[in-house]
C-alpha cells in the first residue's frame, strides 16, 4: 500500500505543538482591514489552538 499523503493546505495551515495539540492562526486579517478595530486587529494577531470537536480530522489532514 502506498504512503498516506498529507493535505498540502493542511501543512500550510496547522502546526502540532509538544503536548500534540493543533495550533492555527485567526482568519479576516490579510485584508480589508481599515473597518476593523485596533483592539480586533491586535487579538487577530495572536495564534490559536483547534477546538477538540476538530482536531481528529486536522490531524487526520496532516497524517499524522
Avoid: Y
Avoid at 21 to 34: E, G
Avoid at 46 to 55: F, K, N, R, Y
Amino acid at each position: 500500500m502506498p504512503k498516506m499523503k498529507s493535505k498540502s493546505g493542511a501543512k500550510k495551515r496547522f502546526t502540532l505543538t509538544g503536548t500534540g495539540k493543533v495550533k492555527r492562526k485567526h482568519a479576516f486579517k490579510s485584508h480589508i482591514l481599515t473597518k476593523k478595530t485596533t483592539k480586533q486587529k491586535r487579538n487577530l494577531t495572536h495564534t490559536g489552538l483547534v477546538s477538540e470537536a476538530d482536531q481528529a480530522n486536522v490531524l487526520r489532514m496532516l497524517a499524522s
